[in-house]
């Protein structure tokens, strides 16, 4: 949600700036800028627009500059136009800032701020965070302050709800760049007399592999050879600093179209690290010691909540199942957005997982941070070392997915089906799961990898069937049980890629409203992967062929749809802990393929973006 970066060092800034920004194009992509300072100069451009029109407006007239900060956008106030692209620069032109993050009180900064003769541009909160910090800087700091920018800039935030992550610079302090943090991600890379900073590791593109955190209520001023950090209250914060591995961050797009499509056929790898490590050496239970707790402590928990969004608590749906099945402990699951402020009666021995791919997303990490302050043990899955979610939670599991940058999220949540079938193994064992019950999942979890290969390999058929559906604008998908949140999942990759309205609903239940949408024009994709119950979905097929409706079926028993379903995805006959995982991916493929046959951009579509850091 918005991406960051900053360079202050001795090199040329704009293509470590740009490069930086096409990185995190993820996060946002509705329009980009950047601001360089070089000799009391202070050089603004910005666009509506892709990185990519910045970019070409940047050759057209270049600028040089060891120092600057850039931005690439997701609209919160103000509508997608150049004017509302950041960077935002006070009105005496001293100060310009990027920002992440949303100024809740800004409508009141914004009065008092023309009352003292300020003005805007823009409809956007973050100019009245820059102009407050000119305010700030000329009125309420004694010009012989020891560090006059850094202290403008804290006690500008003594001022602000809401929360940020922002870089700013000042032709009044040519060699400084101040950066901040509340709610919204920002790590310093670390250089040889440089520094980056960037939304997310990847924005430094491989140019440093040391790297601080910066953590919330910090303010950093970074020069070419220092950086200091301190709190709001000013504090002196130690610096720590980390070392970033790059081979875990790669992101290049080897020969595939799309990230989108490369994630989809990553699976198996992404499932393999996922597994690696983690199976006990009599091959009946998982090893989990990133949890971070021990066995005893895990017995006394006799609920699980987990929390997440989007694709994310759709694998929280998937790990109900699981759990509940072999474990045995009741689970509830909530959406974080709610969680966090509903106030929900938690049982005391209740175990609080949240599930989140980025480890940024501000609702999942507000509701961790909600469990912690109500004193439950939280413990978190994540795919990226080193977020937010990952450092504040008791304990965890990283997903080792590899990064995902397609916006639509694929390997990162069969990964995390994986890994939670991976828990729901090891307090099973801990409780009623017999140690035979136990070999038979483990070799089920060691079969996954092949068994999602064996489906990647049927990407011609399946692109084909979707040719035929590529412009129909309703769809429904249908699943019992365990299959129920995967055909959530696979409604949402759909709409979230191609724009075609579609709804997941467990199968049986769609005879209570949104069969009334059955017609010719609205197909039914209908996962039927389960012996005990495969019948019973069959009726329901039934009953929406004799409304004419037109019928995907994705199963492992094609026979039984013979006349039934117009296309049928044979799926190879798995074990039942991981049917949801292999059922994902004909899902992932169809709406991939019915996607771009419409001419979306699968790996950027519109309004969305990846890591969703504002409320
Ligand atoms: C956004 C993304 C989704 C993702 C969700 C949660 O909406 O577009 O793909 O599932 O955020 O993200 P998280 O990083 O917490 O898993």
């Given at each position: ?19 930086g ?23 603004v ?26 931005h690439?956008r ?68 004694p ?36 950066a ?54 000013n ?49 009946s ?29 759709h ?12 474990a ?23 175990l ?12 999942t990490l507000?509701?961790?941070?909600e ?44 990964s ?12 099973g ?58 055909a ?10 191609s ?24 197909p ?41 379903a ?12 991981i ?15 019915i ?21």
């Open positions: 949600m918005c991406g960051i970066t900053g360079y202050i060092g001795c090199r040329d800034a704009t293509p470590i700036l740009i490069e920004l096409l990185k995190l194009e993820y996060r946002g992509y509705d329009s980009a800028g950047l601001a360089l300072l070089d000799n009391g100069t202070l050089d451009k910005k666009k509506k627009g892709r990185v990519s029109v910045l970019a070409e407006e940047v050759d057209k007239h270049p600028f040089r500059a060891t120092m600057g900060i850039s690439t997701w609209a919160t106030h103000g509508g997608v136009t150049d004017a509302n692209a950041h960077p935002h620069v006070s009105s005496d032109g001293n100060f310009a800032i990027v920002h992440n993050g949303i100024i809740e009180n800004y409508e009141n900064i914004k009065k008092f701020l023309l009352d003292k003769g300020y003005s805007f541009s823009s409809q956007t909160d973050t100019e009245t965070l820059v102009n407050l910090i000119a305010y700030h800087y000329e009125h309420r700091t010009p012989d302050s020891e560090n006059r920018f850094l202290e403008a800039v804290r006690k500008t935030l003594r001022h602000i709800e809401g929360t940020y992550g922002f870089a700013v610079i000042s032709k009044l302090c040519p060699d400084e760049m101040i901040a943090r509340k709610g919204s991600p920002l790590i310093i890379g670390v250089g040889k007399n440089e520094y980056l900073v960037s939304s997310d590791i990847l924005g430094f593109a491989g140019r440093a592999s040391n790297v601080i955190y910066l953590e919330d209520g910090q303010i950093a001023s970074i020069t070419r050879d220092n950086c200091d950090i301190v709190t709001v209250s504090a002196p914060v130690d610096v720590r600093v980390n070392e970033i591995d790059w081979e875990l961050e790669n992101a290049e797009l080897g020969g595939f179209d799309t990230y989108m499509e490369k994630e989809i056929f990553e699976q198996p790898k992404a499932l393999e690290n996922a597994i690696r490590g983690r199976i006990s050496d009599d091959m239970t998982a090893k989990l010691s990133g949890l971070n707790i021990t066995p005893n402590e895990l017995r006394q928990f006799d609920r699980i909540l987990f929390c997440a969004c989007g694709t994310a608590w694998a929280c749906l998937a790990a109900e199942y699981l759990i509940e099945k072999y045995r402990i009741p689970v509830d699951v909530e959406y974080a957005s709610e969680f966090r402020y509903r106030n929900a009666p938690l049982d005391k021995n209740t609080v997982f949240v599930i989140s791919q980025s480890g940024e997303t501000i609702d507000e509701a961790l941070r469990s912690k302050r109500k004193g439950f043990r939280t413990l978190a899955i994540t795919n990226s070392v080193g977020s937010t979610i990952s450092r504040e939670s008791d304990g965890g599991l990283y997903q080792y997915a590899g990064k995902e940058i397609g916006v639509a999220s694929t390997k990162a949540f069969t995390q089906i994986a890994i939670c079938l991976l828990v729901a193994l090891y307090i064992r801990m409780r009623d799961l017999s140690f035979a019950a136990g070999r038979e999942i483990v070799s089920a979890i060691n079969s996954l990898p092949r068994a999602v290969e064996s489906v990647l390999a049927k990407a011609s058929g399946i692109e084909k069937i979707a040719q035929k559906y590529t412009s129909y604008e309703d769809f429904l998908f249908l699943g019992r049980l365990a299959e129920f949140p995967i959530l999942e696979g409604a949402l990759k759909l709409k979230e890629i724009y075609i309205h579609a709804e997941g609903y467990p199968a049986a239940e769609m005879k209570h409203g949104p069969i009334a949408l059955v017609c010719p024009e609205c039914s994709v209908i996962l039927a992967n389960s012996d005990d119950i495969s019948l019973k979905i069959v009726s329901n097929a039934q009953e929406i062929k004799a409304r004419k409706g037109p019928i995907i079926a994705v199963t492992d028993r094609p026979e039984l749809f013979d006349g039934i117009d296309d049928v995805i044979a799926m190879p006959r798995v074990h039942e802990s049917r949801g995982i292999v059922a994902t991916v004909p899902l992932q493929l169809l709406a991939y393929y996607a771009r046959s419409r001419g979306c951009d699968v790996d950027k579509p519109r309004n969305l973006a990846k890591a969703v850091t504002v409320e």
